[in-house]
């Protein structure tokens, strides 16, 4: 054990290998949001892409991605490129929550790095209001505003229906049938 260092290996020990323990502690770097882009818009776990069989027909691109408000693979929408993104989900108690993606000293603490903005249901204006003061009203990713209003339109008629307020759908039985 010649060329053992201190900082990996105790020389007293009689043990072919190190000894002691040195734990090395890593920061995430910062990119930018466009070299992300590059680097994930091709493949990455996320991407689930649909039809395209022809070039007629046109191929779509969907990611499932956490922050991703219309689930499309753009960068516009993009959750993992993007250091700045907001989406409304829904929770598991049929309730909505306002999740913003920040980018500011807990980027490199995932899980401080993110705001829940909690919705109130009871009213869809209150609702909407809420939405538009966290982020358009405060300059934040104003493009994305009606993408954001457009779901909330949707987790706030899904919730409905789950409550059981809201009918659904009626399902079509075809022609002359009841």
């Known amino acids: 054990m010649?060329?053992?260092?201190?900082?990996?290996?105790?020389?007293?020990?009689?043990?072919?290998?190190?000894?002691?323990?040195?734990?090395?502690?890593?920061?995430?770097?910062?990119?930018?949001?466009?070299?992300?882009?590059?680097?994930?818009?091709?493949?990455?776990?996320?991407?689930?892409?649909?039809?395209?069989?022809?070039?007629?027909?046109?191929?779509?691109?969907?990611?499932?991605?956490?922050?991703?408000?219309?689930?499309?693979?753009?960068?516009?929408?993009?959750?993992?490129?993007?250091?700045?993104?907001?989406?409304?989900?829904?929770?598991?108690?049929?309730?909505?929550?306002?999740?913003?993606?920040?980018?500011?000293?807990?980027g490199s603490k995932p899980s401080k790095a993110q705001a829940i903005i909690p919705i109130k249901r009871s009213d869809f204006r209150r609702g909407e209001k809420t939405i538009k003061k966290n982020t358009s009203d405060v300059y934040y990713r104003r493009d994305l505003e009606s993408a954001a209003l457009a779901k909330w339109t949707k987790v706030y008629n899904a919730n409905k229906r789950a409550k059981g307020v809201k009918k659904g759908v009626a399902v079509k039985k075809g022609r002359g049938k009841l």
Do not use: H
């Open 2 to 106: 010649s060329g053992c260092n201190e900082t990996y290996c105790n020389r007293s020990s009689s043990l072919p290998f190190p000894t002691k323990l040195t734990f090395i502690y890593f920061e995430m770097v910062s990119c930018p949001d466009a070299l992300m882009w590059e680097i994930t818009k091709g493949s990455n776990s996320f991407l689930m892409k649909r039809n395209g069989n022809t070039k007629r027909s046109g191929a779509i691109e969907f990611s499932t991605e956490k922050g991703n408000i219309k689930s499309l693979n753009q960068f516009k929408f993009s959750g993992i490129a993007n250091s700045k993104v907001y989406d409304v989900v829904c929770t598991a108690e049929n309730k909505a929550e306002l999740i913003k993606k920040s980018a500011s000293k807990a």
